[in-house]
């Protein structure tokens, strides 16, 4: 299961502060809560639901205690149910868990703990675990013993009973950051919990025991040896994290895109051409590479996608993109002149962090493009570019989107000019073009009301087709990403040119086809499939930087975006695609900031 877990070990009431941390944290997405806290006598409450944070706060009533732990599970062992929901019980133990205990089985049953489950869970077999290795007296021992019988990613808080204003925490992989303030001490996977608290943090390392009290937090290795953690320090704070007047958070996040992209690109232009010097990055990197491995998951890869037609076409040289959750169990072909660039918003998604310690073993010349600071992907690789983006909090990714594409287009000049695939004066060309792209996107955010007038022609669909070549059959998959996920309508992307093999046999009378044509070499061709769809009673809705088209044979509805060089066109072509999507969930009156069945952070494989 995956937890977004805040804890309080302090001299305040530690249940609001659980319970606000989690609500921070909702946006993770997540399908039951619980929180667990100790009473006056030293024994452990636990109250949790299947459901919502508001859920789990209409079964707390008021009490005084101030030390405890919370969390929100997305479910994958065992169903969505009170008695799977954590805090887990066993014992003198209660514990919460992010990750997923891989071994449970196994462990239950040569430790003989079948019996002692009422759950479906994993964690519930670790925490029985941890129960029977407990003699009482020396929780560190326990954890100890625990932990190298594990196998899979876990992120722990287990408190012991009779051991009152004490937190245990132990990860491996999945994340965990922590700090002290004034008001106590706190951990969670995700720094937002407690930000309000604490602007000085640190990343809790991998098995390392913590031990958590009001005003201090011991950490030790599992020989018993004491480390120092490492601080670092945030630079946002609570209104980076707020809605500031928007309904919701995407449609503050896709408002955002101009200023993002701005941050990630102004400070790595010098005198008109990219410079990654102060991110460390030398020019032996650019230089000695042969070929390039993007390496991403869900949006990010489709951000790499974006940067794989752009550099092949540029450098000349083998790009490929792959996903990592496939990355990993192929045999990917990487010699120690490839470039691996990974891709991620969070930083923490387990594939793409597993995909990169594989490509570790294979080259030195890892890259990654991340956007949350600190976070595992961006310390494990050997370079990372990050985003600025600042935080993105809907689960559909937009801002962070375009800023991953804006990095690529940054890393190809680059690439372009260490290996003389450009002239300088192109470069310089290249690199105004790009300064241009806020503006530009920030155009087409003002046909937010024609675009929020054509998804109501969408509300009722059951399928939808996103159609296009070259790089908009790249933003296709992306644009059908982002209806299905918020809207929950079929959405298929296809090359435009590859339909008539089978899948035109889908489209019937008014089935919306969003096609795109911003490319001019390819230009004539797509106006050709399009008609193809329309022919065959399609509804089109057609995006090109044409000034007009009236000719109904080819579309139902046009968009005209704003006149830019083509290769520049990704940029505010997805902005329209991320409008789709969100105008037809609000449409349909669903959250566009929660869909269903996701979570923000994919912390488990
Ligand atoms: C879709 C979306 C996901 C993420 C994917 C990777 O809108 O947000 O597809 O792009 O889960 O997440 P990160 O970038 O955090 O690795």
């Known amino acids: 299961s995956d937890v977004c877990s805040s804890d309080l070990t302090g001299n305040i009431k530690a249940q609001d502060i659980l319970l606000t941390g989690l609500e921070k944290l909702e946006y993770r997405g997540y399908d039951s809560a619980g929180i667990a806290y100790f009473k006056e006598n030293g024994k452990i409450s636990i109250r949790k639901t299947a459901g919502k ?70 964690t519930e077999v670790a925490a029985a675990l941890f129960d029977k290795f407990y003699d009482g007296k020396n929780p560190i021992e326990a954890i100890k013993e625990v932990i190298p019988l594990l196998k899979g990613s876990f992120a722990f808080c287990i408190m012991f009973e009779n051991r009152p204003g004490v937190i245990y925490a132990v990860r491996n992989v999945s994340p965990m950051v922590a700090a002290t303030s004034k008001e106590g001490s706190f951990i969670a996977s995700d720094l937002t919990a407690f930000i309000e608290y604490s602007k000085r943090y640190f990343i809790v390392p991998e098995y390392a025991i913590l031990t958590m009290e009001a005003d201090k937090i011991d950490l030790q290795d599992l020989n018993g040896n004491t480390i120092e953690p490492e601080f670092l320090e945030v630079d946002w704070d609570m209104t980076a994290a707020q809605k500031e007047g928007y309904p919701t958070f995407m449609l503050k996040e896709i408002n955002e895109q101009p200023a993002a992209i701005n941050r990630t690109i102004m400070p790595r232009i010098k005198d008109g051409l990219p410079s990654f010097e102060e991110d460390g990055i030398p020019d032996s990197f650019f230089a000695d590479c042969s070929d390039i491995t993007i390496v991403a998951c869900g949006t990010a890869m489709y951000a790499g996608m974006v940067g794989k037609t752009l550099m092949q076409d540029i450098l000349g040289i083998p790009v490929t993109v792959a996903i990592a959750s496939e990355f990993r169990y192929e045999r990917p072909v ?12 969070s930083g923490e998604t387990i594939d793409t962090l597993e995909a990169l310690r594989l490509a570790k073993t294979k080259t030195n010349k890892t890259l990654s493009i991340v956007n949350v600071k600190g ?22 990714s937009t801002k962070a989107y375009t800023v991953q594409a804006a990095a690529f287009y940054l890393l190809t000049c680059k690439l372009a000019l260490v290996q003389n695939a450009m002239s300088e004066a192109d470069a310089r060309a290249f690199i105004s073009n790009l300064e241009n ?37 790249t933003l296709s998959m992306e644009g059908a990403l982002k209806l299905k996920e918020i809207s929950y309508i079929h959405a298929e992307a296809y090359a435009a040119g ?36 329309k022919a065959r009673g399609a ?6 930087m044409d000034e007009k088209i009236t000719d109904a044979t080819i579309c139902d509805t046009h968009i005209s975006l704003p006149k830019v060089p083509e290769q520049f066109a990704v940029f505010e072509a997805v902005v329209i695609l991320q409008m789709i999507a969100y105008f037809t969930s609000t449409g349909k009156g669903l959250n566009a900031d929660q869909p269903r069945n996701l979570a923000k952070s994919v912390t488990v494989e």
């Open 53 to 122: 944070v508001k859920d789990l706060r209409a079964i707390c009533d008021d009490n005084d205690a101030t030390c405890g732990i919370g969390h929100t599970r997305w479910a994958t062992h065992g169903g969505v149910t009170n008695a799977n929901a954590h805090p887990h019980k066993s014992g003198s133990v209660s514990l919460i868990h992010n990750g997923i205990i891989e071994n449970y089985h196994e462990l239950a049953t040569t430790y003989e703990l079948e019996d002692r489950l009422i759950s479906e869970t994993d």
């Open 334 to 345: 990487i010699t120690d002149k490839s470039v691996v660039i990974v891709v991620s918003q």
């Open 375 to 396: 976070s595992s992907i961006a310390r494990e690789s050997n370079y990372v570019l990050y985003t600025h983006a600042g935080p993105e909090i809907a689960v559909a």
């Open 437 to 473: 792209v806020s503006d530009n996107i920030a155009e087409v955010l003002k046909l937010s009301d024609k675009v929020e007038q054509l998804t109501k022609r969408m509300l009722n669909a059951s399928h939808t087709f996103f159609i296009g070549r070259g790089s908009d059959y």
């Open 498 to 533: 590859e339909l008539k093999h089978g899948t035109i046999a889908l489209i019937s009378e008014g089935v919306p086809v969003i096609a795109l044509a911003t490319q001019s070499h390819v230009y004539n061709k797509v106006i050709s499939n399009i008609r193809e769809v």
């Open 539 to 544: 509804y089109v809705i057609l995006l090109s």
